[in-house]
């Protein structure tokens, strides 16, 4: 009888940590990771930021390098493209047409950016993998003209990065400000106005009409200096083996609560999926975050193992903007009401309430790591379900840490 066989398609954080994290449960039968990368698995955030900005040729922070896996017994095929899944045979079917069983089946192939579809995007640089990151890094030369089209997470940090190494930069943002999903106005006006200073120059409600050699035009006539030209106007998840397999979908791979697609032998994790939430009434949501993509991995590992958890973290997201440190918990967006919270001089928290006076999210700015422990605490809450006191949110002196006492 062959030996059941847990195999990982995906080698990102959510692969990686899952790889672990069979081992962390006891499970002693193979473990095979499939990446079409051939590189062992690295972290990520580092490329839009460390990984541009230090003076040393960047290289991958590994998150399981090959002595690693070695000592977990985990079978890493690199630069192997998953292409097909044949689910009535159970198996993984890579682009050299070997095939790979598998008892239990995870999929963790992330998302990719989204490309311009106007005339001359061909020449707009993305980032998803270390190589972009190298090559960006190789074009932000002190002088040059920066464009980066999409005012998100993403282009933001760029910016950051690009202005920094001496770069003229200018974000063109269609929406009528920039972190229009997610971040409240009056913390993403704090960034936008750091980014002023640091003489990045934001376009909002910005309509591209043509894309040039060295330039972007602009439907009021604007003409953008673009020596450099980069798409950061948000990410797809990578869908298409699913797809093609058969399985469910729904903005991303379709999932229940315990991470499980309509395959009962498949389970997906990541940016790639979509899930319902047991403490937002189960509203389906996919999130494209570093903590979350390790979080599912775990708990998806142990349902694959037998298990019944259902996946209920609280949404956490987080971005280095210069010396600011922007943390988002939550749903802000579900809120009605908001609490504002000044833990110290320079930093700032929104607490966000839902109807019932339920804590739903909770915004914070701040230099360093000034809001860290408090957006924590306010996560803690949320998940807890938390009707708290508006007067102790408010007050910096209180202390969050006593609302969790039961």
């Not at 200096?225 to 798409?231: E, K, M, R, S, V």
């Not at 001089?345 to 809001?371: F, K, Q, Y």
């Amino acid at each position: 009888m062959t030996e059941a066989s847990m195999v990982i398609v995906g080698g990102g954080k959510a692969g990686a940590r899952a790889a672990i994290a069979f081992r962390e449960n006891a499970w002693k039968g193979p473990v095979t990771l499939i990446s079409d990368e051939a590189l062992a698995p690295y972290d990520r955030p580092p490329l839009s930021k460390a990984a541009i900005m230090e003076d040393a040729e960047p290289q991958p922070t590994y998150l399981l390098d090959d002595g690693m896996m070695a000592s977990l017994e985990v079978n890493f095929l690199r630069g192997s493209a998953a292409t097909a899944i044949d689910r009535s045979a159970k198996t993984v079917v890579l682009a050299d047409g070997k095939k790979i069983p598998y008892d239990r089946l995870l999929i963790a192939t992330g998302a990719e950016p989204r490309r311009l579809s106007q005339a001359g995007a061909e020449r707009a640089l993305l980032l998803r993998d270390l190589a972009d990151s190298i090559k960006i890094r190789s074009e932000f030369i002190g002088g040059k003209s920066v464009a980066i089209i999409g005012g998100g997470f993403i282009g933001l940090e760029l910016a950051a990065s690009a202005a920094k190494r001496g770069c003229r930069v200018t974000i063109i943002e269609a929406q009528p400000r920039i972190l229009m999903r997610g971040v409240p106005p009056e913390i993403a006006a704090r960034i936008a106005a750091r980014h002023a200073e640091a003489g990045v120059a934001i376009l909002t409600s910005a309509v591209i009409t043509e894309i040039g050699p060295d330039r972007v035009l602009l439907s009021d006539g604007r003409q953008i200096p673009a020596d450099i030209l980069i798409a950061g106007i948000g990410a797809a998840p990578r869908v298409k083996l699913a797809e093609s397999a058969g399985l469910a979908l729904d903005n991303g791979i379709a999932c229940n609560t315990y991470l499980q697609t309509s395959d009962p032998h498949i389970f997906a994790v990541g940016d790639c999926c979509s899930f319902p939430h047991p403490i937002f009434g189960n509203e389906r949501l996919r999130l494209e975050a570093w903590r979350n993509a390790s979080d599912q991995a775990s708990v998806a590992v142990e349902n694959m193992l037998g298990g019944h958890r259902p996946y209920d973290a609280v949404p956490w997201f987080w971005t280095d903007q210069y010396e600011l440190n922007l943390q988002i918990a939550g749903l802000p967006q579900r809120g009605i009401s908001t609490v504002e919270r000044v833990p110290r001089e320079g930093a700032m928290i929104l607490c966000h309430l839902d109807g019932t006076g339920r804590l739903v999210g909770a915004s914070g700015i701040g230099p360093g790591n000034s809001i860290a422990r408090d957006i924590r605490l306010l996560e803690m809450l949320i998940g807890k379900r938390a009707v708290p006191d508006p007067a102790a949110l408010a007050d910096p002196s209180f202390q969050l840490k006593s609302l969790l006492k039961p």
